[in-house]
């Protein structure tokens, strides 16, 4: 037994004690894959959530971190670019609760063909090829270079899946169908091309990117999926375009405007922790899909942007907000938004679905997709449009 064996019993342990496993065939691929293997050096973020410090395995000194965050429950950054002014990460190994979380929703069963959107490491590649087998798994990846490492190791352990450099929107249409496609990393829509060849039956786990939403859709006729969101969010790094060149920011935060001068002046009764409750913000963002947050934490207080329009609350000593808005009232959205979600029992995001075609039709809805109410303002929608591209 090599050193690595125990410590991925350890992970399986705590992933099926913590309920991510309920599986005993996924416990059993935690256990026989080597993490270590598909992470052979990552880099330790700073405070600021940014790439800072190598822990490369191959250097005697840094082994026993490496291998300790190897078999750990956290994401580990590979690769990162500069971006924005900034280190933006373009490549990391998932949280192994999230993964097994993913994993379990898909619902795979013997003899399932999978295609996996976003290669990455190949850990999780290598996870499907030892529960399905590696006949039946494809991967997908935007970054060649990548694709060629997680081929390597996936041989070096055994798996021969059928590995793909190509852009993920466009799925891989020579190799379908798939009776089950999982993307690991968040798109904009669902790309019509994952619904072609999505086979009767099939079943789509994707990460969106609106508010870490995680979509879990099942093919309900002839060119359509639909399906609720999960009970918890997965935010993950976005799909990258591959038909143009990566525009400078494509993969940082969007940068929040100035705020000049200051247009309107309010007092708000919002309680800014209560905002931060991610179900509403993900409310709050299919009313306003370009809403950014940036978290104040002396005093306390919130600055909301959609690239153009700023509004920022600071609680002021009586509880109440003092809201600063330029040029337009972006905070009386967030207001707005929040009546509605109270109106409608503060729904968490399970409550929430999706139902998108292969002819472009792609909304959001609540509690089912036959509701068809389009109108009436913030208040009244139970159904808003999804973008049909990355």
């Known amino acids: 037994m090599t050193d690595w064996q125990p410590q991925a019993a350890t992970l399986a342990n705590k992933l099926a004690a913590e309920s991510a496993i309920s599986d005993n065939q996924w416990r059993a691929a935690f256990e026989a894959t080597p993490r270590h293997v598909f992470v052979p050096r990552f880099w330790e973020?700073?405070?600021?959530?940014?790439?800072?410090?190598?822990v490369d395995g191959a250097i005697s000194t840094?082994?026993?971190?490496?291998?300790?965050?190897?078999?750990?429950?956290?994401?580990l950054v590979t690769r990162w670019v500069p971006d924005g002014g900034r280190?933006?990460?373009?490549?990391?190994?998932?949280?192994?609760s999230l993964v097994a979380r993913m994993l379990h929703v898909l619902e795979v069963a013997d003899g399932h063909r999978v295609l996996e959107i976003g290669t990455g490491t190949g850990y999780n590649t290598a996870l499907l090829c030892h529960r399905v087998?590696?006949?039946?798994?494809?991967s997908v990846d935007i970054n060649a270079g990548l694709v060629a490492e997680a081929a390597e190791r996936l041989d070096t352990i055994g798996f021969a899946p059928t590995v793909v450099a190509g852009d993920g929107a466009l799925g891989a249409e020579d190799h379908g169908p798939f009776d089950r496609i999982l993307a690991t990393c968040a798109s904009r829509g669902v790309p019509s091309a994952w619904i072609d060849q999505l086979a009767d039956g099939g079943r789509i786990v994707t990460p969106l990117t609106i508010g870490g939403a995680l979509a879990v859709l099942d093919k309900t006729g002839p060119g359509e999926v639909s399906g609720h969101l999960d009970t918890d969010g997965a935010w993950f790094m976005p799909m990258r375009p591959a038909s143009q060149p990566l525009p400078d920011g494509y993969l940082a935060d969007q940068p929040q405007p100035a705020p000049d001068d200051v247009t309107h002046l309010s007092v708000s009764s919002l309680d800014p922790e209560a905002l931060a409750d991610p179900d509403f913000r993900l409310w709050l963002l299919l009313h306003q899909p370009q809403t950014h947050f940036v978290e104040h934490f002396a005093p306390t207080g919130l600055t909301v942007h959609n690239g153009v329009?700023?509004?920022t609350a600071q609680q002021c000593a009586d509880g109440r907000l003092q809201v600063r808005q330029s040029p337009r009232r972006l905070w009386d959205t967030v207001e707005a938004a929040w009546l509605s979600w109270v109106n409608h029992d503060k729904p968490r995001r399970d409550r929430l679905g999706v139902t998108a075609t292969a002819g472009g039709v792609q909304y959001a809805w609540l509690d089912h997709p036959?509701?068809?109410?389009?109108?009436?303002?913030?208040?009244?929608?139970l159904r808003w449009p999804l973008p049909t591209s990355q």
């Open 45 to 54: 973020l700073d405070e600021y959530n940014s790439p800072s410090r190598l």
């Open 62 to 75: 840094h082994r026993p971190q490496w291998l300790e965050a190897a078999y750990s429950d956290r994401f």
């Open 87 to 96: 280190r933006a990460v373009t490549s990391s190994a998932s949280l192994p």
């Open 133 to 138: 087998g590696a006949q039946n798994v494809v």
């Open 309 to 311: 329009d700023i509004a």
């Open 370 to 381: 036959v509701h068809d109410q389009r109108g009436g303002g913030l208040g009244g929608v």
